[in-house]
């Protein structure tokens, strides 16, 4: 029994991830429709529930409306979840939106090194503690070359600055940030050299927070960000 639903569920992710991508690539366009169930079904053998799941988490996802006399329409791209962490990573796949990339390190530079001020002013001592071990697994990860390990421990460690800032809306964005780390580090972090010539930078936030120091802590946060900027130019993923 439970193998079945395993296995529907990879059906289902099989599917969404599918339509996902065909739709933010343009290949169904604003306005257009999605197959009929029955057409989807033979594509995909696949069982209605399947692709009826599948449908609702598009739409869930803002790609999609669906209506008993309209059927499946493809929506606007202001209309999508654009932070949703399976949004973000077909249109990274689709690469047809050559100023993603640069709008997410937009975003990065506006938030984080705010962030990483405000959490030298409140970080409790739990909060320090828990960036501190982020960190060191990210020392540990650079030692061991384990590009896995220090994707893991990079997010950790930024989304530990972003709780430590004790601003529940700033707090509130912390799925928006790992989906936003998660895209960005799969394409910025390509090479464990990478992340261990940003590593002191690291250590560097994580001191000014420790040491009570607003002005370093976003500073190195903001030498942080301007290193995956380089890194990214380097590897033409945008040239704003």
């Known amino acids: 029994m439970r193998e079945a639903v395993a296995g529907s569920r990879g059906k289902i992710g099989f599917v969404l991830a599918s339509l996902g991508q065909e739709i933010v690539s343009g290949r169904y366009a604003n306005g257009e429709k999605l197959p009929p169930e029955g057409e989807l079904e033979k594509r995909f053998s696949a069982s209605r529930s399947v ?3 599948a449908v609702k988490t598009l739409a869930a996802k803002g ?49 984080e090194p705010a962030a990483a001020a405000l959490a030298a002013e409140r970080a ?8 501190r071990e982020a960190y060191e697994r990210m020392v540990e ?17 930024h989304l530990a600055v972003l709780l430590a ?11 928006a940030i790992d989906s936003i780390l998660g895209v960005l580090f799969d394409s910025a972090v390509n090479h464990i ?9 690291h250590g560097d936030v994580l001191n000014g927070i420790a040491a009570r120091r607003p002005s370093e802590a ?9 290193f995956t900027r380089e890194n990214m130019q380097k590897n033409q993923l945008y040239s704003k």
């Not at 800032?165 to 799925?175: E, G, H, I, S, Y």
């Not at 050299?193 to 930078?201: G, K, Q």
């Not at 976003?218 to 301007?226: H, L, P």
């Open 51 to 53: 692709i009826r799941e």
């Open 63 to 111: 790609l999609v409306k669906v209506g008993p006399r309209i059927g499946t329409i493809v929506t606007p791209r202001e209309s999508w979840s654009i932070l949703d962490r399976d949004v973000l990573t077909w249109m990274k796949e689709a690469a047809t939106d050559t100023n993603l990339f640069w709008a997410i390190d937009e975003v990065r530079a506006i938030i």
């Open 124 to 131: 409790t001592e739990a909060d320090v503690e828990r960036i």
């Open 141 to 157: 990860a650079a030692r061991t070359e384990s590009v896995i390990d220090a994707v893991s421990a990079d997010r950790d460690f």
């Open 165 to 175: 800032t004790q601003n529940p809306v700033l707090r509130a964005f912390d799925t």
């Open 193 to 201: 050299d990478n992340f261990r010539s940003n590593l002191s930078r």
């Open 218 to 226: 976003s500073f190195a946060m903001m030498r942080v960000i301007g």
